[in-house]
Structure formats: C-alpha cells, structure tokens
C-alpha cells in the first residue's frame, strides 16, 4: 500500500514545494514589516484595521484553494509574471528603504499576483480576485490625502450629530469639529469620522457583497453605491453615541471603556444599515421583476 501511494504523495509534493518556496520568499520580506505595522500603524485608532484586513485576505484565499491548486485550470503566464515580481521588488525596496508605506505594503499586491501567475496562470488569479483586491484596503494611505478628505468629513459629521440631537432636544451646539453638549465639550477626530473610517467600512460593505453573492447586478451595483452614504451614518452614529455618553455619564465614561464601546456600535450599526438596503433593494427587486412579467 505504501508503495502504491508513494507516487501520488511524490506528485503532492512537486506541486506544493513551489509555494513552499514562494511563501518562504514572502516571508522573508514581509515579517518585518508586519512587525513594523503591528508595533507602529496597526497599533493606532486610525489604522486598527489593518490586522482584520489581513486576516480576512488570508481566510479569502484559503476558500479558493482548490481553485488556486487546480493545475489544469490555465497555463503559467511567466511573461505577465517577471514584470509584476521585478516592480514589486522595486517597490519594495524603494518603501522600505524610504519609509514609504504606500510602496512597501502596496508591493505586496504585485508580488502575489506575479506569483500566481508564474506557478499557475489568469484563471487561478481571477479565482482569487477579491481577496487581491481586499488587499488594498491594508495599506496606509498618504498622510496628505488622508489629511486633506478627513477634515471635510468631520465637519460634515460633526454638522448632521449637531442637528439630530439638538432637534431631539438636547442643549448642544458646534464650533467647527468641536461639539458643546451641556458642560462638556468634544473634539470629533480623525478616528471617530475620517477617512481611515469610511475606508474600514467600505471594505466592510464589500466584504458582505462577495459572501452574500447576489445573482441580481442591480443589486450588487446599488449596494455597492450605497455603502459610501451608509459609512457616513454609522459615522454620525458613533458620534452621537459618544456625545450622549458624555452628557449622560461624564467625560470619564466618554473617554474610557465606552469610548472602544462606541467603536463596536460603529461597525454594528453598519453592518445592520448595510443588511436593511440589502433587504430594501431585495423587495424594489422583486417588485420591478413582478411588474415586468405582469
């Protein structure tokens, strides 16, 4: 019996001893900085969503492994490959030596894409499509365009929390991000409504759209859509559960314990707003597909 499966296991080998050797040569570049990341960035309000967006890149590619093993599915395109290892390589080289984490974290991209290509083929890496795509949202954006969209962003936020609970009878009042609410007084930061938010949440909505996996393009269009204006309220949201917090049970209860607490509301907020236009755009679905075979 033994003799019988030793060919099978030799064969099992020759076609992961290439990966081996592919993710050994990933590792080497890339613990360090995930070492950096999760003793620097990824330790940070702002980009806490790092680790998570790993995780989930790894859990994506790991349910289409079958796909990714399936040697007959298309042939290597080593011609498209090299290209995408040698710009990775610079990219990589250039964001670690410059500190630039746009071009070391983002050179990560190519290299599994060029690899995928060289020891399988397009159709294996259209199978792993998304979760290369989710990649982008782990990696830190310039500090100039984060500053330039997160200030707008918060005035925005900030002015639609003011409205709700000063029309829900609350003594509140704003001076720029600055919200007054009885005596105590809130600065809304980057964390609680920039743009690091929107782009964790966003990544959140696209998340939900693979694994649901709706068979109706208006629907995966639409949410797609709606997933910008659904982050900006589960945005108004956190703020405005921070601020009763603080008017309720102090400043110590704002800034402590519930201040994470409120983070949590952050992202079940917009998972259940995301879950109800999913619903909403279900029924105007059905509807418009009733009204056109009527």
Same mark, same amino acid.
């Given at each position: 019996?033994?003799?019988?499966?030793?060919?099978?296991?030799?064969?099992?080998?020759?076609?992961?001893?290439?990966?081996?050797i592919?993710?050994l040569?990933?590792a080497?570049?890339y613990?360090?900085?995930?070492?950096?990341?999760?003793?620097?960035l990824w330790a940070?309000?702002?980009?806490?969503?790092?680790p998570? /967006? !790993? +995780?989930?890149?790894?859990?994506? $590619?790991? *349910?289409?492994? #079958?796909?990714?093993?399936?040697?007959?599915? &298309?042939?290597?395109?080593?011609?498209?490959?090299?290209?995408?290892? /040698? !710009? +990775?390589?610079?990219?990589?080289? $250039?964001? *670690?030596s410059? #500190?630039?984490?746009?071009?070391?974290?983002? &050179?990560?991209?190519?290299?599994?894409?060029?690899?995928?290509?060289?020891?399988? +083929?397009?159709?294996?890496?259209k199978?792993?499509?998304f979760?290369i795509?989710?990649?982008?949202?782990?990696?830190?954006?310039?500090?100039?365009?984060?500053?330039?969209?997160?200030?707008?962003?918060?005035?925005?936020?900030?002015?639609?929390?003011?409205?709700?609970?000063?029309?829900?009878?609350?003594?509140?009042?704003?001076?720029?991000?600055?919200?007054?609410?009885?005596?105590?007084q809130?600065?809304?930061?980057?964390?609680?409504?920039?743009?690091?938010?929107l782009f964790?949440?966003?990544?959140?909505?696209?998340?939900y759209?693979?694994?649901v996996?709706?068979?109706?393009?208006?629907?995966?269009?639409?949410?797609?859509?709606?997933?910008?204006?659904?982050?900006?309220?589960?945005?108004?949201?956190r703020?405005?559960?921070?601020t009763?917090?603080?008017?309720?049970?102090?400043d110590?209860?704002?800034?402590?314990?519930?201040?994470?607490?409120a983070?949590?509301?952050?992202?079940?907020?917009a998972?259940?707003?995301?879950?109800?236009?999913?619903?909403?755009l279900?029924?105007g679905?059905?509807?418009?597909?009733?009204g056109?075979?009527a």
């Amino acid at each position: 019996m033994s003799a019988a499966l030793a060919p099978a296991d030799k064969g099992r080998s020759a076609h992961l001893l290439p990966w081996l050797i592919a993710g050994l040569g990933l590792a080497l570049l890339y613990v360090p900085t995930l070492i950096s990341l999760f003793g620097g960035l990824w330790a940070s309000d702002e980009q806490g969503h790092g680790p998570i /967006v !790993l +995780g989930v890149t790894i859990w994506l $590619i790991y *349910r289409r492994w #079958g796909e990714l093993m399936d040697i007959e599915a &298309s042939a290597p395109r080593p011609w498209l490959a090299w290209p995408l290892l /040698v !710009l +990775g390589g610079l990219a990589y080289a $250039i964001g *670690r030596s410059q #500190g630039i984490w746009l071009f070391e974290v983002g &050179s990560s991209i190519a290299m599994v894409c060029g690899i995928v290509l060289l020891l399988r +083929g397009p159709r294996q890496l259209k199978a792993i499509g998304f979760a290369i795509f989710f990649m982008f949202f782990m990696i830190p954006l310039p500090g100039a365009v984060v500053d330039a969209l997160t200030q707008p962003m918060k005035m925005a936020v900030s002015y639609v929390a003011e409205h709700i609970l000063y029309s829900a009878g609350y003594p509140i009042s704003r001076t720029g991000v600055i919200l007054q609410i009885g005596p105590y007084q809130l600065l809304v930061a980057d964390a609680c409504a920039g743009l690091h938010t929107l782009f964790t949440l966003e990544a959140l909505g696209l998340l939900y759209l693979n694994i649901v996996r709706h068979a109706s393009l208006f629907r995966n269009i639409a949410l797609a859509i709606l997933i910008v204006p659904i982050s900006f309220a589960a945005n108004v949201i956190r703020v405005m559960v921070l601020t009763l917090i603080t008017y309720h049970f102090g400043d110590e209860a704002g800034q402590g314990f519930l201040h994470g607490f409120a983070g949590m509301v952050l992202f079940l907020s917009a998972l259940m707003l995301i879950i109800a236009t999913d619903g909403m755009l279900r029924l105007g679905a059905n509807r418009l597909r009733k009204g056109q075979t009527a």
